[in-house]
């Protein structure tokens, strides 16, 4: 089984930030040979664009949201 960590650093509300990470699982583990989900993903919202950034730990996968 696999954790999540989603550290949202934005305005966003945990519903927005949860669709945001789902639409970086969806594209799948493309970095990191396979392993992990995109290092870097900008997705804009009504003008203003965020970023997701994922690390990969012995456990979990962790998702960092800011703003650009």
């Known amino acids: ?5 989603i550290d949202n650093r934005t305005e966003l509300t945990d519903l ?14 493309i970095s990191n ?8 993903t900008g997705i804009t919202i009504e003008d203003k664009e965020y970023m997701i950034w994922t690390d990969l730990n012995k ?5 960092v949201i800011t703003t650009r």
């Open 59 to 63: 456990k979990s996968d962790r998702f």
């Open 16 to 29: 927005e930030a949860v669709t945001l990470v789902g639409k970086v699982i969806n594209q799948g583990r």
């Open 1 to 5: 089984m696999n954790k999540l960590i």
């Open 33 to 40: 040979d396979g392993k992990q989900y995109c290092y870097g």
